[in-house]
């Protein structure tokens, strides 16, 4: 059983800034990469951000130099910091991660999702 626990959103003016936390819990073996994805209303969920256990980070287009994730391997926790929001930012936040578990004496990999996080930005 895997539980990730999202937290750290809220409502900003834009402008604003919010950092959101993740944390991963259960039967982990190793976190392959986690991200953040969003859903507008109205819109189909995209991706924000992630990053390998390596540490490499991929980013949309619309967030890159104002968002950056980070990862901290030993606490299975992955962080969006988010600059200069927008109102088009407002949405609610996924986490997100590929996640391989212990599965009696074998191994499990799968994605996992947060329940969300929402964000609001004013205007």
């Known amino acids: 059983q895997v539980q990730l626990v999202e937290s750290g959103g809220g409502l900003v003016q834009a402008g604003g800034s919010l950092r959101l936390s993740c944390a991963a819990s259960g039967s982990i073996v190793r976190i392959n990469g986690m991200g953040w994805h969003r859903q507008a209303s109205g819109k189909q969920r995209e991706l924000v951000a992630a990053?390998?256990?390596?540490?490499?980070?991929t980013y949309a287009d619309s967030v890159k130099g104002r968002f950056t994730i980070a990862s901290d391997n030993a606490k299975n926790m992955v962080y969006l910091q988010m600059n200069t929001l927008k109102p088009e930012d407002t949405a609610v936040y996924y986490c997100?991660?590929?996640?391989?578990?212990?599965?009696?004496?074998?191994?499990?990999?799968?994605?996992?999702w947060g329940q969300g996080t929402q964000v609001t930005v004013s205007s």
């Open positions: 990053i390998t256990s390596g540490g490499t980070t």
């Open positions: 997100n991660a590929g996640i391989t578990t212990a599965q009696g004496l074998g191994r499990m990999t799968a994605s996992y």
